[in-house]
């Protein structure tokens, strides 16, 4: 995967792109406020791009950009890319798991 975002994370800190959240519940349509508080809990994200530091402490089995991740529930910030896609910038001690492929 490619960074596109232009954010670059620093030391230990990792660039997610969370799972999107459904627009609606079967026929009920979600209020932006409700979609937001839903994305913050959401723990499905793909990992964008790592610190230079990031993982130093794990062993092989490292997370590269472009796996799918699951992180712990309302890690990290958000920040907002100049093109309007919203990211998370968590610690890498925040992933706690790859999704398999």
């Not at 992180?71 to 309007?84: N, R, T």
């Amino acid at each position: 995967m490619t960074n596109s975002s232009g954010i670059e994370p620093l030391d230990t800190k990792c660039l997610v792109l969370p799972d999107p959240v459904e627009e609606k519940i079967g026929s009920i349509i979600l209020a932006d406020q409700t979609k937001e508080k839903e994305a913050w809990k959401r723990q499905k994200c793909t990992l964008v791009a790592k610190g230079a530091s990031a993982f130093s402490d794990w062993g092989s089995d490292k997370p590269e950009a472009g796996d799918r991740i699951f992180v712990a529930q309302y890690a990290g910030s958000k920040i907002e890319a100049d093109d309007g896609t919203v990211y998370w910038i968590i610690n890498d001690e925040d992933i706690v798991g790859r999704i398999a492929a």
